[in-house]
């Protein structure tokens, strides 16, 4: 966690989600981090195949990706392998890498530090069990950087109703983190847990919906201690609460038209939080298949939400909770992008299929009261993400 290194950081960990996603097709593929940039491959990674079909194991396959973004100041690039093996037609075990390497000079960076690099480091493990129409999981993975160590085991739970027309899911997830800071002695540490509920209802075979809860409960040091406030001009430490609570609701309608080859899919999500932030989020997608071995999908994603209460962009006084993080200020997002696929092989060996898949998406972010010191215009810029991924079945 170097000096606000938050929008890239976000980033990365979408780019991980998205391939823990392409394996794990019982998962909700549309899972987002709150105020952060979402990558439009989330949209398509599970559409084409179909909607997911809880009470069967995910398929045996290897994908290996590299992600690079670059926006606001922040380069951020790495790769991801992610492995899963059945047995028995009951049992899975995945096993996953992800890195992302960070450099660059954010906007606090540039008016409060020197540019900087790091490293993170992530490993994974996951294991499944299916009985009957239920499908039980747990994973636990470990991340490592130089000022920051996460631990986080995750537990869930699905069971297909009414014969698979229904779907019921059930997570909980446990996360222990220890924050650090290289230039002092200071250590820190944050609790947090997650719960997530979530139904998907199949309403005719070409329409499926579906409803989503998730809350999350954190406590610790949950402020970068890096970053600075502004009181009259004068930079002090920020200070946040110890606490804080958030809830996200979710709705989200897939269309399949024709025989199956066009896609549609649109979501909506409200999110809170006990520090005041409202947000609300809109995406949608349009996918078609090309050819028998080519795939193409456009989206799009539209974010906005309210501050802090306790964010300013410079105070009239001290407080004893101040922040100037521009992910808690009033700020709206929006990008767009495409993805393309193609298929490379079939029945090659041991290997059933190979794929490739090219990912862009060029992301706005415009910030309504956070100001670039520099200049005192509030403060906007533009980023792009690339993706590229091979998937091998087997």
Not at 44 to 59: K, N, R, S, Y
Not at 205 to 230: C, K, M
Not at 239 to 262: C, E
Not at 360 to 376: M, Q, V
């Amino acid at each position: 966690m170097a000096p606000n290194n938050h929008t890239g950081a976000v980033v990365a960990a979408i780019s991980e989600r998205l391939l823990f996603e392409l394996i794990t097709s019982g998962a909700n593929a549309l899972a987002l981090l709150r105020g952060g940039p979402t990558i439009l491959a989330m949209l398509f990674a599970v559409v084409i195949a179909g909607p997911a079909v809880a009470a069967t194991l995910p398929e045996e396959r290897a994908d290996a990706l590299y992600h690079y973004y670059s926006g606001g100041g922040i380069d951020v690039q790495g790769p991801a392998l992610l492995v899963r093996k059945n047995f028995a037609e009951k049992y899975s075990v995945t096993a996953s890498y992800y890195q992302d390497s960070i450099s660059g000079a954010s906007i606090d960076v540039v008016t409060n530090a020197s540019a900087y690099s790091e490293t993170r480091n992530q490993f994974g493990l996951g294991f499944d069990y299916l009985y009957g129409d239920t499908l039980m999981s747990i994973s636990y993975t470990q991340s490592d950087e130089n000022d920051y160590e996460a631990r986080t085991l995750d537990v869930g739970l699905s069971h297909d109703f009414f014969g698979g027309m229904s779907t019921l899911a059930l997570g909980f997830s446990r996360g222990d983190d220890t924050v650090m800071r290289v230039d002092t002695s200071f250590e820190d540490t944050v609790d947090r847990f997650q719960y997530r509920l979530g139904w998907t209802q199949i309403l005719s075979p070409t329409f499926v919906a579906a409803l989503s809860y998730e809350g999350i409960s954190e406590e610790g040091f949950l402020n970068n201690p890096y970053r600075s406030a502004r009181v009259l001009g004068a930079s002090v430490q920020e200070r946040y609460p110890r606490t804080r609570t958030s809830n996200a609701l979710g709705i989200q309608a897939n269309k399949y038209w024709g025989d199956r080859s066009f896609v549609t899919r649109v979501k909506y999500r409200f999110y809170d939080d006990t520090w005041g932030i409202g947000a609300h989020n809109i995406e949608f997608m349009f996918s078609r298949r090309l050819s028998e071995k080519t795939e193409f999908g456009v989206g799009g994603r539209f974010y906005t939400q309210t501050a802090a209460n306790f964010y300013s962009d410079n105070f009239a006084q001290e407080f004893r909770y101040m922040a100037r993080d521009k992910e808690l200020s009033d700020f709206t997002s929006a990008s767009i992008g495409g993805r393309i696929s193609y298929e490379l092989f079939r029945d090659r060996g041991r290997l059933a299929k190979g794929k490739v898949t090219l990912i862009f998406d060029r992301i706005h972010f415009d910030y309504d009261n956070f100001s670039d010191i520099r200049s005192g215009e509030l403060y906007e810029f533009n980023a792009n993400v690339i993706q590229i991924f091979f998937s091998a079945w087997y």
